[in-house]
T-cell receptor, first 113, second 112 residues
Framework: DTGVSQDPRHKITKRGQNVTFRCDPI?????LYWYRQTLGQGPEFLTY????????KSRLLSDRFSAERPKGSFSTLEIQRTEQGDSAMYLC???????????FGSGTRLTVV | TQLLEQSPQFLSIQEGENLTVYCNSS?????LQWYRQEPGEGPVLLVT???GGEVKKLKRLTFQFGDARKDSSLHITAAQPGDTGLYLC????????????WGLGTSLAVNP
């Protein structure tokens, strides 16, 4: 297992288009998190899965954002009708016990033009 | 609301110097984690401190958890350019330990 993988690493899209990101967590980790990070800020929580169940979704997320983890393995994050304010680094992390820390992927850098 | 405040926000030093960065809160945390993030990459976990007063060493990095578990520090001895990055502290949200509360980070630049 080579860690948490995210695809793509970079995405440039026009405003109004839909985008989808993929995350493959560490296989032994049953917890998966999506975060968003903008320059100069710490990671901002978006949503959390335990196995295939989405247990929490940030109130900051609009209805344009949706995430799935259909078989409790990989996860996807979709943003519909992208806006310039969606431009950010989208980070995926997984853990077995969050008290022990998270393993992050390298992130997907989204630029909306 | 639990907050983690990190200081300084920015630090630029010469290779070989020592430095300390801080992570402070008015709230008690069950544990604190330190991460280092390089530009364009995700954060990488360096250490987790759990016990008040705990000191952990990772080569030239020394992490300390305050006795009251409200603060932590990271000391780097003889900094090297490879130490350059954003240092983030994070701790479990007491009201929802599925989530971490994050500081804004200390951006460190070590100049050769």
């Amino acid at each position: 297992d080579t860690g948490v993988s995210q695809d793509p690493r970079h995405k440039i899209t026009k405003r109004g288009q839909n985008v989808t990101f993929r995350c493959d967590p560490i296989s032994e980790h049953n917890r998966l998190y999506w975060y968003r990070q903008t320059l100069g800020q710490g990671p901002e929580f978006l949503t959390y899965f335990q196995n295939e169940a989405q247990l929490e979704k940030s109130r900051l997320l609009s209805d344009r954002f949706s995430a799935e983890r259909p078989k409790g393995s990989f996860s996807t994050l979709e943003i519909q009708r992208t806006e310039q304010g969606d431009s950010a680094m989208y980070l995926c992390a997984s853990s077995f016990d969050p008290r022990g820390g998270y393993t992050f992927g390298s992130g997907t850098r989204l630029t909306v033009v | 609301t639990q907050l983690l405040e990190q200081s300084p926000q920015f630090l630029s030093i010469q290779e070989g110097e020592n430095l300390t960065v801080y992570c402070n809160s008015s709230s008690v945390f069950s544990s604190l984690q330190w991460y280092r993030q390089e530009p364009g990459e995700g954060p990488v976990l360096l250490v987790t401190v759990v016990t008040g007063g705990e000191v952990k060493k990772l080569k030239r990095l020394t992490f300390q958890f305050g006795d009251a578990r409200k603060d932590s520090s990271l000391h780097i001895t003889a900094a090297q350019p490879g130490d350059t990055g954003l240092y983030l502290c994070a701790g479990p949200d007491a009201g929802n330990n599925r989530k971490l509360i994050w500081g804004l980070g200390t951006s460190l630049a070590v100049n050769p």
